[in-house]
Every structure is written in C-alpha cells, then in structure tokens.
C-alpha cells in the first residue's frame, strides 16, 4: 500500500558527507513521521534520526553532532545529511515512515529497501 525508495547511497572517504533522500508513495491519508534506521554487519538495526511532520526531530547518540534529518510533508519526503562520516558509520541505511491509513483509523510502519553507505579509504 506504501512504498518508500531511498537514494543516494555511496562509497565515500572518511571525513566526508553524502546526503540520502527518501519518498513516500501510495494509498494513505497521510505520513505522520519519517526517518532512518541502519543495520551494519552482524549487527541489529539501530535508530539513526526522525522527524514528525510538526518538525521535531530525535538522533541517535552517535551521530547526533555530525548528522541532519529534515523534510518535507507537501512532497512526502525525508532527507539525511551526513557529515564527518566514519568508518564505523558503514550499513544499510533504511528509510522509515509511520503512515495514517485511508481509513484514519490506524498508524502503520513502512520501510524502504534500504541504500547502502560505505565509508572506507
């Protein structure tokens, strides 16, 4: 019923940014949140950033110094910015949204497929 695509995962050295973009699309009344998760190798996946339509954002420890999740609710869109990145910031980066049914009853999870992001030298 929804679907989300990311974009703009990629191999990028230490100390550098990437920006990851995700859209939401199909059947709902509307998307209350979004954001990110990443799971790295062997590991669980992990919150990395949210943002609610009013705007209010929530990060993990980890990155919350060096990342930036922002959106925009008219184009059903979340966007992370990504900077001074690390090696152990390596993963499958997944996008999030927390979606309102065509009914208006009812909250749901969706996920995208995931975009991976390779932080080596």
């Known amino acids: 019923q929804v679907q989300l695509v990311e974009s703009g995962g990629d191999l990028v050295q230490p100390g550098g940014s990437l920006r990851l973009s995700c859209v939401a699309s199909g059947k709902f009344f509307i998307v209350n949140a979004m954001g990110w998760y990443r799971q790295a190798p062997g590991k669980q996946r992990e919150l990395v950033a949210t943002?609610?339509?009013?705007?209010?954002?929530n990060y993990a420890d980890s990155v919350k110094e060096r990342f930036t999740v922002s959106g925009d609710n008219a184009k059903n869109m979340v966007y992370l910015q990504m900077s001074s990145l690390k090696p152990e910031d390596t993963a499958v980066y997944y996008c999030y949204a927390r979606v309102r049914d065509r009914s208006r009853l009812y909250d749901t999870d969706y996920w995208g497929k995931g975009a991976l992001v390779t932080v080596s030298s």
């Open positions: 943002i609610t339509s009013g705007g209010s954002t």
